[in-house]
């Protein structure tokens, strides 16, 4: 079955970096588009970043410029480096397999997620 598992998730002080992994098994990896979805206290989940099955990659505007994400289809991984984080980005980081090889922006385009990694950003 499809397992997605994410890590790297911990407490930073604002404008330090931290760098999230998505181990993915159960399905062939590198046919699919994936994204990495965030979900802070209180509020509605937040579409963050996507990466096709070919690199191909696009951002939300509010961590445009901060944030990297990219794939590893040999070791079936995805990653996102966040640099120069913020409070805002206190939230709980989840990956989303998509419906396809290409991305989508949204919710409804993931058929299977991760349960999240807890980013903590202290100001």
């Known amino acids: 079955q499809v397992q997605l598992v994410e890590s790297g998730g911990g407490l930073v002080q604002a404008g330090g970096s931290l760098r999230l992994s998505c181990a993915a098994s159960g399905f062939t990896f590198s046919d699919y588009a994936m994204a990495w979805i965030r979900q802070a206290p209180g509020k509605e989940l937040e579409w963050v970043s996507g990466i096709n099955k070919v690199g191909d990659t696009i951002y939300a505007n509010p961590v445009k410029g901060r944030f990297t994400i990219s794939r590893d289809n040999a070791k079936s991984t995805l990653y996102l480096q966040m640099n120069s984080l913020k409070s805002e980005d206190t939230a709980v980081y989840s990956c989303?397999?998509?419906?396809?090889?290409?991305?989508?922006?949204?919710?409804?385009?993931?058929?299977?997620w991760g349960q999240g990694t807890q980013v903590t950003v202290s100001s």
């Open positions: 989303a397999k998509a419906l396809r090889g290409q991305y989508g922006l949204r919710t409804v385009d993931y058929n299977y």
